[in-house]
């Protein structure tokens, strides 16, 4: 085994093991430091993945999945089923981005714990265990691997939002359960029929199409289409998300929003339309109108939302929506534009709720029409509020800039009467996303300190400072050198466009 096979091993065996570890451990707070020295030693684990060589042009168009690390063993034989794991410029960054969201949000366990019915050992084993699910997700080149790490989130997220959650937490996590098995039983029906016809597994053969009929193809991609919507989620299918947010603990919020969200748009490049690529053209334009209309729709209600971390959630619809139509135009820009869009909304929504569950906790309200004047009482969370909105909304220079720009021009570029129309509709959606989080600037920091508000001391917290102050750097980092990301995946864009056309 070489020493990157070990490490791609190592990023699921830390994190599981750190949870049996933290379950065995007798003391509270000794559990959530053993949680935490786990979720730091798998980001250590992450980080030396990359690759040495951004060279793909000379692999050519196939195959289309050349993974810089690699591990291949058989798994179940009798049905030619593998235990096969890898990595390359698209699941990279979404497994770093992974490690370090978990790793955070772990150590905010540390200072702060949610009440509700369990204890902060419990919450953090549950986090690493999402964890697991998560990059088994990114890093899965079989399918039916794929398929069981997709299904580990879901007992301990439903667990986290009904233990930690608000009070309305245990209906909340009934609706996200009910939605993500819905689209859990499209996946597996979609892996199903993809691994009868063609006779594997394996997602290095699979992409491109590996021999599928027409037929095959397009009713392969209307299922996985379907379940990676709901994860995305995708316009109509995103009504579990604003409940769920709304009701989970803040380091619910984070990890869902951040990572969770993204094994959705992850698995939609990854599997679906590089699985069944004659069936991702054939309904591009629906999911462009459907992108769309997320868009708008999580703009027009966002503004108007009157409670904090609701708005938030309905921002991620839209957000992802821009990252849906960069998926649905099947262009490099458009491709490119989704996954530096999936980082952004990564960084910049798990520093949003990281805030905004500070502010309820300080404040014990959610209600916009309770929150004003904080700038006044607590002026350095009232700027790091404000600088997590704007870059939010896109401002030029920062992380949010990019996804949503390109995703824009991917459209224009995509030609025809119905590609332009998209492109400008959602640049409106653009427009409205300035305008409502300057509206959640204009209500939470300005006018005279509210009631709620008055009280709050100005000082931040060293473990808030602390697990805030990487997402702002990254906010930084990516919108100034937005080649941190889209250097590592360009590659990989185009050896999987090379065998989409």
């Known amino acids: 085994m070489t020493f990157g096979q070990f490490l791609l091993v190592a990023v699921l065996a830390v994190p599981a093991l750190g949870a049996v570890a933290v379950a065995a451990t007798p003391g509270d707070r000794a559990g959530r430091l053993v949680g935490t020295v786990a979720a730091a030693l798998t980001l250590l684990a992450a980080l030396p ?29 009798g049905l030619d089923l593998r235990f096969h794991l890898g990595v390359d410029g698209i699941s990279w960054p979404l497994v770093v981005l992974t490690g370090l969201l978990t790793l955070l949000c772990c150590g905010y366990t540390l200072w702060r714990v949610p009440p509700g019915g369990g204890s902060g050992r419990a919450l953090v084993a549950l986090l690493l265990v999402v964890e697991v699910g998560i990059l088994g997700t990114f890093l899965a080149l079989d399918l039916v691997l794929f398929f069981l790490f997709f299904e580990v989130v ?50 290095v053969t699979l992409t491109g199409g590996a021999g599928l009929s027409q037929g095959t193809q397009l ?21 579990w998300l604003p409940d769920a947010h709304t009701q989970a603990p803040t380091v619910g919020s984070v990890i869902l929003a951040g990572v969770l969200l993204k ?14 690529p004659e069936g991702a053209r054939w309904a591009a334009p629906v999911l462009g109108v459907l992108a769309v209309a997320a868009i708008l729709v ?24 821009f990252v849906l139509l960069g998926v649905a135009t099947l262009t490099a820009t458009g491709l490119q534009a989704a996954l530096i869009g999936n980082i952004a909304h990564g960084v910049l929504t798990g520093l949003l709720f990281f805030l905004a569950g500070a502010i309820k906790d300080r ?40 996804g949503e720009a390109f995703a824009v021009v991917a459209a224009v570029r995509r030609g025809g009467g119905l590609w332009t129309t998209l492109a400008v509709l959602a640049a409106l959606g653009g427009a409205l996303t ?15 300190p ?24 990254l906010a930084l980092a990516v919108g100034l050198a937005p080649t941190l990301v889209l250097s590592y995946a360009a590659g990989p864009v185009d050896a999987l466009l090379g065998v989409l056309k």
């Open 298 to 321: 999580g703009g027009l209600v966002c503004l108007a939302q009157d409670e904090l971390k609701r708005l938030i959630a309905y921002s991620s619809v839209g957000h992802m929506g």
């Open 219 to 239: 009713a392969a991609f209307s299922l996985l289409a379907l379940a990676f919507a709901v994860k995305s989620p995708l316009w109509p299918l995103h009504s």
């Open 450 to 473: 509210s009631p709620a508000v008055r009280p709050i001391a100005p000082a931040l917290a060293g473990a808030e400072l602390t697990a805030w102050a990487p997402l702002v750097l």
């Open 263 to 276: 094994m959705g748009t992850y698995g939609l490049i990854r599997v679906a339309v590089g699985v069944a």
């Open 363 to 402: 404040t014990h309200t959610g209600s916009l029409a309770e929150l004003s004047g904080l700038r006044e009482t607590a002026p350095r969370l009232a700027g790091l509020l404000g600088f997590a909105a704007i870059a939010s909304l896109g401002l030029p220079g920062l992380a949010g800039f990019w």
């Open 434 to 448: 300035a305008a409502y989080l300057l509206r959640l600037l204009r209500r939470v920091t300005h006018g005279r």
């Open 154 to 203: 879901l007992l301990p997220m439903y667990a986290i939002i009904a233990g930690w959650g608000g009070d309305d937490r245990r209906r909340a996590a009934r609706k996200f359960a009910l939605y993500t098995l819905f689209g859990s039983v499209l996946l597996l029906v979609g892996v199903y029929l993809v691994v009868a016809a063609a006779g594997t597994a394996d997602l």
């Open 49 to 77: 993945l990359v690759g040495g060589d951004h060279g793909w042009a000379r692999y050519g168009p196939a195959p289309a999945v050349r993974p810089w690390q690699e591990v291949d063993l058989p798994w179940v034989p």
